[in-house]
């Protein structure tokens, strides 16, 4: 069986909610934990470096006032990404805060660091790094990471190529740790699946960003409910590094999305853009192919209902095909 550490052991739903640049914010973190998911946005959503340390406070308080109010049905835990990349220059000045407040989850990316996470445990938090790959993985867990997300094919923003059933099936091998599947996930069929092949948790995004409490713009949502996976389009013009895309927000800023250049991988930049004048996530919209199953833009706590209702039903549904 494998291990899971308290603070990720008693969710009401196997769900991690992935970090999304500029979209995810304290309300939709706090709404996804109180709806029983880890709730996570990026710290460089927090614009300037400084009101990240408003943000943490508003979020630690308001699930401790959840919890106090609601001793049955507590938060689930929230989590912060740290991008350790020498491109991010807030790295220290935003670790000094997440000590501060004992955040509980540290989703690094682009990068396993060490003392990043000694940092982490030095106060009992809990560090999960993404990987595309096996490799990526192995090396991860060899720097002392507690847990692995797993960026498979279809995954919105940056995402791999490799199919989930290899990549759960390749880490699983070896570890025995956490360990949530990223891809294409939106659905609470695909939840169950994604256990099934033996990660402990979903990871969705893009579900996330036709609810009310997202920082989006109402066209990307309203985008979100339109789309399916033929809207969606992987190229690393955008960042340097390749990801996945909406068609319609490409065209809207002039580009043909079934002919985009290849980037110069050397020119990589994570919070901006290299498409003329439209910045990556701010105009060019991310997203994941599964967004098929989204049919309307509605609250946080409805679409986990939502997902609680189809992972139960599907649970039934295996449950009676695997009778005599």
């Known amino acids: 069986m494998p291990k899971l550490p308290s603070v990720l052991s008693n969710l009401s739903l196997p769900i991690i909610a992935s ?17 029983g998911v880890v709730g996570s946005m990026p710290a460089l959503n927090a614009r300037p470096a400084s009101q990240l340390d408003e943000w943490l406070a508003q979020i630690t308080q308001a699930l401790s006032d959840h ?27 935003d670790m000094k ?19 990043i996470i000694d940092e982490v445990h030095s106060y009992g938090g809990v560090v999960l790094h993404d990987v595309i790959n096996n490799t990526l993985a192995r ?8 847990g692995l997300i797993a960026v498979a094919a279809g995954a919105g923003g940056h995402a791999g190529v ?67 996976s033929d809207s969606v389009v992987y190229s690393n013009l955008f960042t340097g590094v390749f990801g996945n ?27 901006g853009g290299q498409g003329g004048k439209s910045k990556a996530w701010k105009d060019i919209w991310g997203s994941g192919q599964g967004i098929g199953a989204v049919k309307a833009v509605c609250s946080t706590d409805e679409l986990v209902a939502r ?3 189809e992972y139960l039903a599907a649970r039934t549904r295996i449950a009676g095909m695997s009778r005599p």
Not at 72 to 86: C, S, T, Y
Not at 185 to 207: C, E, H, R, T
């Open 139 to 146: 090396k991860a867990v060899a720097k002392g990471a507690d």
């Open 19 to 35: 970090p999304m640049f500029i979209v995810s914010n304290p309300s939709l973190v706090i709404a996804q934990c109180k709806a």
């Open 245 to 271: 895309y909406l068609k319609a927000s490409i065209s809207a800023a002039g580009l043909d999305p079934e002919n985009l250049p290849l980037s110069d991988t050397r020119t990589m930049s994570f919070a």
């Open 97 to 115: 805060l997440i000590k501060r407040y004992k955040v509980p989850v540290v989703i690094t990316s682009l990068g396993a660091r060490e003392d």
């Open 162 to 228: 490799k199919s989930p059933f290899a990549l759960i099936q390749e880490i699983r091998a070896w570890f025995d740790g956490p360990l949530a599947l990223s891809g294409a996930i939106a659905n609470g069929a695909a939840v169950l699946a994604a256990q099934a092949m033996g990660a402990d948790f979903a990871y969705i995004g893009s579900a996330f960003i036709a609810t009310h409490e997202a920082n989006a713009a109402d066209a990307y949502k309203q985008a979100i409910v339109e789309g399916d």
């Open 307 to 309: 997902l609680r209702q």
């Open 67 to 93: 919890n106090q109010a609601h001793p049955e049905r507590p938060a689930a835990p929230f989590a912060i990404n740290q991008i350790v990349h020498k491109s991010n220059d807030r790295l220290e000045h």
